[in-house]
C-alpha cells in the first residue's frame, strides 16, 4: 500500500491486529538510501536516527507505517523489505501528481539524509497460513504483495502473482519477483496494460486449487473488478484485500444519524457527539493528538479501542470478525448504536 492516509489510539488485545506499541508514539528514522525502482516509483531505505531509541519494531507481510512528512502531513505505505532484518524499514512510493501531496512531498522532499517521524509498523492485511497463494497486485500495489511472495516463498508454500500496470517501465520489482519464483514455487504473470490489456482474474479464480488464499492490493477499480469475481468464483472467506481509497458508493441505502455521548475513560471526559458532527471531530476537542487522515474510513489511522457501548461500524477496514467483536473502530466515519460510547482515550 502507498497510500494518502493516517491512524490512532491503543487498542485492547484481542483483535490480533494491534501492536505493542501505542498508536500515537512517535520514533525517528533516517533515510540512508533512496533509489529509484520504476518509473515514478522511489524506494526509501528508514532506519533509526537514534540508536538509543532501540531497534525498530518487528513487522509481517501487510504491515504498514505512518510516516509524518515535513510539511505535518501523514501518510501510509506499506512496508516491502525483508521482515528478518530488524534494522531497516523499506517503502516505496508512487509519485501521484493528482493526489493530494504527500507523495510529491516524499518525492521532492526527502533525500538521503532526512530524519522523518513514524508511527507503527501497524497490520490490517495479515498473511493467512494456507496451503497456497494467489496474489493480485496493481501498480504500486505490488508493495504489500511482494513481502507476502518473499514470506511464502520462504516457507516453501506455492505461490502465484498476477501483477498489472500501465506500462513494463512503471511496474516496480518485477526482476526481483522473477528472480524470486525462480527460486521457489512461485509463478508470475506480467500484465502490462499497454501490451496485454487487463489482468484476467475470472481464470486465475477458476484455476485456483482448493486451500488457495487470495491477497489483492492495487486502485479502486480493480478491487471492485476483483471483489465482484471473488463473490462469484471463490468460497467464502478466502479473498482479502487492501484499499487505496474509499470504497465506491453503491445502492446502500444511507445511514441514520442519532446523538449520542462518548466517554474519553483516560481523559475523564464525557462528550456528546450531535447528529451532525462526526465523532473524531468531538473527540478531538479533548483529545487533539488523535491522528487521521482520509476522514472516510479506509486507512485505519484513526482506529481507537473501544471499552463499553455498541459501535456503528461504517469502515472498509475491519473485518467481519473484528466488527462483532467491538474492540475496535474507525472514529472518523464509526458512530454509535448504543445511548453511550466509552473509548480508549
Known sequence: MSTETTRANTAPAGTGTQPERPLTEERHVTITLRREVAEGVVELNLTAADPADGPLDDWEPGAHIDIVLPSGTVRQYSLCGHPERPAEYRIAVLREAGGRGGSVEVHDSLPEGTTVAIRGPRNHFKLVEAERYLFLAGGIGITPILAMARDAAATGTPWTLVYGGRTRSSMAYTDELLELA??????????????????????????????????????????QAAETLSKELLPAGVFHLERFGAKAQTDEPAHTDTEFEVELARSGRTLTVPVDRRLIDVVREVVPQVPFSCEEGYCGSCETGVLN?????????????????????MICVGRCLSRKLTLDL
Open 182 to 223: 525462480a527460486l521457489s514455487q512461485g509463478d508470475v504473470v506480467l500484465v502490462p496494460q499497454d501490451e496485454l490489456g487487463h489482468p484476467d482474474f475470472a481464470t486465475a479464480f477458476r484455476v485456483a486449487p482448493e486451500g488457495t488464499a487470495v491477497y489483492a492490493c492495487g486502485p479502486e477499480p480493480m478491487l
Open 309 to 329: 457501548g455498541i459501535p456503528d461500524h461504517r469502515d472498509q477496514v475491519l473485518t467481519p470478525e473484528e466488527r462483532d467483536s467491538n474492540e475496535t473502530m
